[in-house]
């Protein structure tokens, strides 16, 4: 079904009812097992319009032109569970004290940065570092 969902949501490419159906028809005879017929196809993406789609409002301006204004409020909620705020550690201090609390408890090395910039040197996570005293560590 993905496949035939994206074939009929492709945005340059418009297909038909009798298309959709001669491709599927050909899904068919090839072989294709489970392939659904129309009416299940759009039923199936119905059910996913009405459950993951970003409503759209309609308006109409005073020129009569016709326009579609999406809920900013749900945009925001399905990008935001996938936004990974990195801490800050800006010199001299951290401005935020979640910067703290984060770094040190809630974020693994491996998801962090893969450098640290202090003035103009560069710094690797877990490559070895000299200090000024001559001594080494992993940042």
Same mark, same amino acid.
Request: net charge neutral; with cysteine.
């Given at each position: 079904? $993905?496949?035939?969902?994206?074939?009929?949501?492709? @945005?340059?490419?418009?297909? %038909?009812? @009798?298309?959709?159906?001669?491709? !599927?028809?050909?899904?068919?005879? /090839? =072989? =294709?097992?489970?392939? @659904?017929?129309?009416?299940?196809?759009?039923?199936? *993406?119905?059910?996913?319009?009405?459950?993951?789609? /970003?409503? %759209?409002?309609? &308006?109409?301006?005073? *020129?009569?032109?016709?326009? &579609?204004?999406?809920?900013?409020? *749900?945009?925001?909620? #399905?990008?935001?569970? $996938?936004?990974?705020?990195?801490? #800050?550690?800006?010199?001299?201090?951290? %401005?935020?004290?979640?910067?703290?609390?984060?770094?040190?408890? #809630?974020?693994?090395?491996? *998801?962090?940065? @893969? !450098?640290?910039?202090? =003035?103009?040197?560069? $710094?690797?996570?877990? #490559?070895?570092?000299?200090?000024?005293? =001559?001594? &080494?560590? &992993?940042?």
């Amino acid at each position: 079904i $993905f496949l035939l969902d994206m074939l009929d949501n492709l @945005p340059r490419l418009w297909l %038909s009812d @009798p298309q959709m159906r001669a491709i !599927m028809w050909v899904m068919k005879e /090839i =072989g =294709g097992r489970d392939v @659904p017929s129309l009416d299940t196809l759009c039923r199936v *993406q119905e059910k996913l319009r009405k459950t993951t789609a /970003i409503s %759209s409002t309609k &308006y109409k301006s005073a *020129q009569g032109n016709i326009f &579609y204004v999406n809920d900013i409020k *749900q945009q925001i909620a #399905e990008v935001s569970i $996938f936004k990974l705020l990195y801490p #800050e550690d800006t010199p001299p201090w951290m %401005s935020e004290t979640w910067h703290a609390a984060k770094m040190c408890k #809630e974020i693994q090395v491996d *998801q962090l940065s @893969p !450098m640290v910039a202090v =003035g103009s040197k560069h $710094f690797y996570i877990n #490559e070895l570092a000299r200090c000024h005293d =001559g001594k &080494y560590v &992993y940042p």
